[in-house]
């Protein structure tokens, strides 16, 4: 620990470096109306309803079995699932089929809950002081790492990435430890308001994360919009002295996405593998460059763990969007419906034409139903009037759309190539790398689709390799079959021609022997029948 | 005219026929039996036939239909799980043109999968030999079921079943296999 110390002195002492540059993005406004009524009313506590629905998926969306029974009392923090946990105290009513939030609102199986009366309350986080926090860190990072499995850590930035896996997929160390305070999307607030609302938890979370991962230095990248939460986060960070430099970012969309603010704090663009293969070329990631990068959010969850073994079962959602009447930044339990969070808050739509969106007005989707629960991807919700779409004009080939691809991709020919379901040179021109942030919609003044454009074409690339490998696995079976009843008849020939062999071989007098003998056996059978 | 020169002349005129001859050789249409180019393009035909094994083409098999369009010069449309990409695929390939499925074979048809009423199966076996892909379990006089991961929705099943307890159904859309809506 003393090493630590010393190298912690030499450490802080570093002036922040000034961010780098990334190509493209947007300037857009983000005057974020959820963080309007932030000074009236802070974070609300939501209570909790009456049923929670915890969906059985994992990060890869594939379905996982669960660990309970129906009619099992669970208790708060209980694993369920593997990688899941209750998020209250309450009996497992049934498991089945449920609405999950989904662009195609599909259902999952899921677990449903119903709460006890007397759960226990959300007290807020104690703030112990900076020596009793630092012993209290030190502990726990002594700790093996698999503790955090109980913590059920999940990214909190949208995409829900296990931050256990994160970490440990770092085999070679961890040099820089980002964590990512930029949230660019416009009417997404949690971050910022969590950052208002409790600095020292923030600060504590990000201190044992340099703990627990050992890295050389971490980067706290806050936009320059956000310079209340700037200053509130810098304070707690030096009164508990933590081995941690704030940047401040320049506020352009996307900034907050991984791959983009890798690049704006360290200056490196995460390198392609296989870059000269079309069909294998993929991005690195960053743990294979010693980077992590890891939410505000969850590192305030993970001093919630620290400080009284409480796992990630609920996070913070920002309202907001043009028909949502009280915008505002809500604490939520995950499984909690969306309608509830709706009626609670004041906000249910009061007409039919009111869209409600989940995730931000770029990257998110209208909702099928309200009955799906809120879970730790979902940022925001959003209260959108009526969309009139604009129809597409033919393309102008302005290249707008080249200039803010943060991807540096060629938007104009992907849309090309997608539209005509030419699959491999859409591969070719790395269409899997879009981070479908919406930048080159935004700017086409044609209105052509592009990012839904390019959203169906990764999804439908992903579905025809699928079919392709399922069919290669058909033809395999079908091989298979072939052969083995290619082997059968060899057999039954084999046996035929054996029994064949067999008879001639007799000689003559034995087979008119075993005749004669038949003959006596069937005459003693009539002889004794007749008796 | 000497000797030593009419000898010469001899000489040159056979080894003129017999360039000649080595070339008529060379030229003649190559026996396709096993010559691995056509080999290599079968194997390309299969790959993008759909595995589905259903044999609406008239052949026993995709492998078979594939041979037979190389080796046989049957046309490429008569695929009808394939349907238009498939066509279009193959034309690409073989350099020809993209014809209309040809309906004699089939209609293209939505994904489907095979499920077994299993109440009312009686285990007779019939429709585990007509699977091509293996993808029915289960044993004499028991339930069978279809693992529908496998099953290709070939139909071949259907006719076999003794007591019609055998349907096809379009598979639930799992969250892996969702995808987006094509833009208008
Ligand atoms: S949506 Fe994709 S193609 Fe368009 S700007 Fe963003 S990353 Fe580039
Ligand atoms: S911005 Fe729109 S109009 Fe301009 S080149 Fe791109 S797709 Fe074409
Ligand atoms: S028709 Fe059926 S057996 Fe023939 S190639 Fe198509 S899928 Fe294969």
């Known amino acids: 620990m003393r090493v630590r110390n010393a190298w912690r002195k030499q450490f802080s002492a570093e002036k922040p470096r000034a961010p780098f540059s990334f190509h493209g993005g947007l300037k857009l406004d983000t005057s974020k109306r959820a963080l309007t009524r932030f000074n009236s009313t802070g974070i609300k506590e939501l209570p909790l309803p009456a049923k929670l629905v915890v969906p059985l998926i994992d990060y890869h969306k594939n379905n996982i079995e669960p660990l309970v029974n129906i009619q099992q009392t669970v208790s708060r923090g209980q694993i369920i699932a593997p990688g899941i946990i209750s998020p209250a105290y309450g009996t497992v009513s049934v498991i089945e089929p449920c609405e999950f939030i989904h662009p195609g609102g599909l259902s999952v199986n899921s677990v449903v809950i119903d709460t006890h009366a007397n759960n226990s309350e959300n007290p807020p986080v104690s703030i112990p002081s900076a020596k009793a926090a630092q012993a209290m860190i030190n502990s726990f990072a002594e700790q093996p790492i698999e503790t955090l499995e109980q913590a059920a850590l999940v990214g909190l930035g949208g995409a829900g990435f296990p931050t256990l896996h994160k970490i440990k997929s770092a085999n070679n160390g961890i040099h820089t430890l980002i964590i990512n305070a930029a949230e660019c999307e416009p009417e997404i607030a949690c971050d910022e308001a969590l950052m208002l609302a409790e600095p020292e938890a923030i600060a504590l979370g990000i201190e044992t994360l340099v703990q627990l991962t050992q890295c050389q230095q971490c980067i706290i990248a806050i936009e320059d919009s956000k310079p209340l939460a700037q200053q509130q986060l810098s304070e707690a960070i030096n009164t508990f002295d933590v081995n941690a430099a704030i940047m401040t970012i320049p506020t352009r969309y996307p900034t907050g996405a991984e791959t983009t603010l890798i690049e704006v704090v360290t200056g490196k663009r995460l390198a392609y593998r296989n870059a000269n293969s079309p069909t294998t070329k993929s991005q690195t990631t960053p743990s294979e460059h010693g980077i992590v990068c890891i939410n505000i959010g969850t590192a305030h969850a993970l001093w919630q763990m620290v400080e009284r073994n409480q796992a990630l079962d609920s996070r913070v959602v920002s309202l907001g969007g043009s028909n949502m009447r009280n915008p505002c930044n809500v604490r939520v339990r995950f499984g909690t419906p969306v309608n509830f969070v709706l009626s609670a808050t004041d906000n249910t739509p009061d007409n039919a034409h009111t869209r409600i969106r989940a995730g931000g007005p770029l990257s998110g989707f209208d909702l099928h139903s309200l009955n799906a629960p809120i879970t730790a991807n979902t940022n925001c919700i959003l209260a959108e009037a009526a969309f009139i779409e604009t129809p597409a004009q033919p393309c102008i080939r302005c290249g707008q759309c080249a200039d803010v691809c943060p991807v540096k991709l060629l938007p104009q020919q992907l849309h090309w190539y997608a539209q005509s379901e030419d699959h491999d040179k859409c591969a070719q021109l790395n269409l899997a790398a879009c981070i479908e942030c919406g930048c080159c919609d935004l700017v086409c003044p044609a209105s052509i689709k592009l990012t839904e454009t390019f959203r169906y074409a990764k999804s439908t690339a992903r579905f025809l390799s699928e079919q392709n490998q399922k069919a290669d696995e058909a033809e395999q079976r079908f091989k298979n079959r072939e052969e083995r009843l290619k082997q059968r008849e060899a057999d039954r020939k084999a046996a035929i021609e054996k029994r064949k062999q067999a008879v001639k071989s007799q000689d003559k007098k034995t087979n008119t022997d075993r005749i004669k003998a038949a003959l006596e056996r069937a005459r003693t059978k009539q002889k004794s029948s007749k008796d | ?184």
């Open chain 2, 1 to 184: 005219m000497t000797l030593p020169a009419l000898v010469g002349l001899v000489v040159l005129l056979a080894a003129l026929v017999f360039i000649g001859a080595a070339l008529a050789r060379l030229s003649r249409p190559i026996n396709t039996e096993g010559h691995s180019g056509d080999e290599q393009l079968i194997e390309k035909v299969n790959n993008l036939l759909p595995q589905t094994q259903c044999a609406q083409c008239g052949h026993p098999g995709c492998r078979p239909y594939a041979y037979a369009i190389i080796k046989q010069r049957e046309p490429i449309n008569r695929c009808p799980p394939g349907g238009d990409r498939t066509i279009a695929d193959l034309a690409e390939l073989l350099g020809t043109t993209a014809l209309p499925l040809d309906s004699s074979c089939g209609e293209q048809k939505p994904i489907q999968v095979a499920i077994i009423d299993e109440s009312v199966c009686i285990g007779c076996t019939l429709c585990i030999h007509a699977c091509p892909v293996d993808a029915i379990v289960g044993a004499g006089k028991l339930m069978h079921t279809v693992i529908s991961d496998q099953c290709t929705g070939c139909e071949l099943c259907l006719p076999p079943c003794p007591v019609d307890c055998i349907d096809l159904v379009s598979p639930a859309t799992s969250t892996s296999d969702w995808q987006w809506p094509r833009p208008a």
